[in-house]
């Protein structure tokens, strides 16, 4: 089932990524729009590096994210390699 949000460019299913917001008609969560917002990665510039996605794709992930930080903060860390560093002796 396909779960419509207030965002004209954002859902979520179940059957993708376990229901976490993408990109609809895509695969692309938004967390990957605010991860790549967080490296220094312009919004205008994104869909040089994700070409299947519009600006206005972009500015609407970001807003969403504005509107739903914890949510999408959870899956950035849920999705986060997670290094262990080794302990000095």
Same mark, same amino acid.
């Given at each position: 089932m396909i779960v419509?949000?207030? @965002?004209?460019?954002?859902?979520?299913?179940?059957?993708v990524l376990g229901g976490? +917001?993408? %990109?609809? *008609?895509t695969r692309t969560p938004?967390?990957?729009i605010v991860e790549m917002y967080r490296l *220094? %990665?312009? +919004?205008?510039e994104v869909p040089t590096h994700l +070409?299947?996605?519009n600006l206005a794709q972009v500015f609407d992930a970001l807003s969403y994210y504005s *509107? @739903?930080?914890?949510? %999408?903060? =959870?899956?950035? =860390? =849920?999705?986060?390699p997670h290094v262990e560093l080794p302990i000095a002796s």
């Amino acid at each position: 089932m396909i779960v419509t949000t207030e @965002h004209a460019y954002i859902t979520s299913s179940e059957t993708v990524l376990g229901g976490e +917001p993408i %990109i609809t *008609g895509t695969r692309t969560p938004v967390r990957a729009i605010v991860e790549m917002y967080r490296l *220094g %990665i312009a +919004p205008e510039e994104v869909p040089t590096h994700l +070409p299947h996605l519009n600006l206005a794709q972009v500015f609407d992930a970001l807003s969403y994210y504005s *509107g @739903h930080q914890d949510e %999408i903060n =959870a899956f950035i =860390a =849920a999705n986060s390699p997670h290094v262990e560093l080794p302990i000095a002796s």
